[in-house]
């Protein structure tokens, strides 16, 4: 797939967390517009391997728009300049023949760098673990019909429920925050009738999680919302500061 844009790279490499990291500048040629952002890197690495050189780690998984995987700090923006789209769905038209892109990975004490663009964020899983599931019994599954849900109810659960957890919430934001993810899988529990055996503990045991991974207080700028590749919602973070404040004062 050959193009005409070249452009110049100013990519972070990292060897691991515990050795500090520097931008290496690298020019690339021939990029079709038609490329999605990951295969220009995977046009990049090809070169290096051939030339002997280290490829840049990067994340990725189903290209989609679907895993969160493929986290990148593009040119100051998390997953790059266009609003609603992951890396792996940003094409190369979004960029002009000779331009300089730089591109970092999600920046926060709690994602630590694993190599390259690579973070770990298993800090998220451990969110999950702490609240975000459901007790049912084992058995056949309950007829839908047996447990009506309110339509904007059920519209709100589904829109929470469409974060992918890819972290663009915490790389925007100047705290480098979860309380958007972390609101937005309290939510999508919350409102429906299958989360409320957990209802009374779930939101005080992700918030203490989220604290205790190392992330920082909600900025209330908003940066995590416009950011967002899939849109979810600031009210979900009002609304788990509602669950937070019931849990705690109807617990003890």
Not at 10 to 20: H, P
Not at 91 to 113: C, K, L, N, Y
Not at 146 to 169: M, Y
Request: hydrophobic letters at 40%; aromatic letters at 6%; a negative charge.
């Amino acid at each position: 797939m050959e193009g005409n844009l070249n452009l110049t790279l100013k990519i972070w490499r990292q060897k691991n967390a515990q050795t500090a990291g520097k931008f290496e500048t690298y020019q690339v040629s021939g990029i079709s517009e038609d490329m999605s952002f990951l295969e220009m890197i995977d046009v990049l690495n090809n070169r290096l391997i051939e030339e002997g050189d280290d490829p840049v780690a990067f994340d990725h998984d189903c290209r989609e728009g679907i895993c969160g995987m493929c986290s990148m700090y593009i040119n100051g923006r998390p997953h790059g300049p266009n609003k609603g789209v992951t890396t792996c769905q940003l094409h190369m038209r979004s960029f002009s023949d000779g331009q300089t892109i730089t591109i970092e990975p999600w920046r926060a004490e709690a994602f630590p760098v694993i190599k390259d663009l690579v973070v770990n964020r298993s800090a998220f899983d451990r969110i999950i673990a702490a609240g975000g599931f459901i007790s049912v019994n084992t058995g056949n599954a309950q007829d839908a019909n047996s447990l009506p849900i309110p339509k904007d109810d059920a519209d709100e659960a589904f829109a929470a429920a469409a974060c992918i957890g890819c972290g663009a919430c915490v790389a925007a934001c100047k705290n480098a925050s979860a309380m958007l993810f972390t609101s937005a899988k309290i939510s999508q529990l919350a409102l429906l009738p299958q989360g409320q055996a957990e209802r009374s503990k779930r939101a005080e045991a992700m918030v203490a999680q989220m604290d205790e991974e190392g992330f920082g207080a909600c900025s209330n700028t908003g940066a995590c919302e416009a950011e967002c590749p899939k849109g979810i919602s600031i009210e979900n973070i009002a609304r788990m500061n509602r669950e937070y404040f019931s849990s705690v004062f109807t617990s003890k």
